[in-house]
């Protein structure tokens, strides 16, 4: 299995996909549709039945020199497969075929051990731990 670009016929599956897997997060499906372009991508997965097995969204900022991936993420039911690992090396490659990037940032949740693995092994290291404040009315 391989990434492929995302196409607009991928659309629903994504959609569904990625809203599902992240509830209240800073972009829904639609909104990275709508800001996909060519600095902000979408890289999908499927299995030979062509059905989306997941996906990674980056964006790559080159007056920064910098890329940002913000969101991965493999269905269940694929994990444990390597198709994680395989997706972020893809999405990686593609990002510093960008000569301005030397740096590639992302934020995960301490508590994910799964995906902290995933993101060691491939070279990441920690810099900085975040602290999130809600306040709900």
Avoid at 9 to 33: C, P, R, V, W
Avoid at 37 to 65: C, H, P
Avoid at 74 to 90: P, R, V, W
Wanted: proline share 1%; with cysteine.
């Amino acid at each position: 299995m391989k990434s492929e670009s995302f196409k607009h016929s991928d659309s629903q599956a994504f959609e569904m996909l990625h809203n599902a897997m992240f509830q209240n997060t800073y972009y829904n499906g639609k909104t990275i549709i709508e800001r996909l372009n060519d600095r902000n991508m979408l890289k999908i997965l499927k299995n030979i039945s062509n059905e989306l097995q997941g996906y990674a969204y980056f964006e790559v900022d080159t007056e920064m020199a910098e890329a940002s991936l913000e969101y991965i993420c493999i269905l269940k039911n694929a994990q444990s497969q390597g198709l994680g690992t395989m997706l972020l090396k893809e999405v990686l490659t593609e990002m510093f075929l960008f000569p301005q990037i030397d740096e590639i940032k992302l934020t995960v949740d301490k508590a994910n051990s799964q995906a902290n693995r995933v993101y060691m092994k491939v070279g990441f290291e920690p810099k900085d731990i975040l602290i999130s404040y809600r306040l709900k009315l």
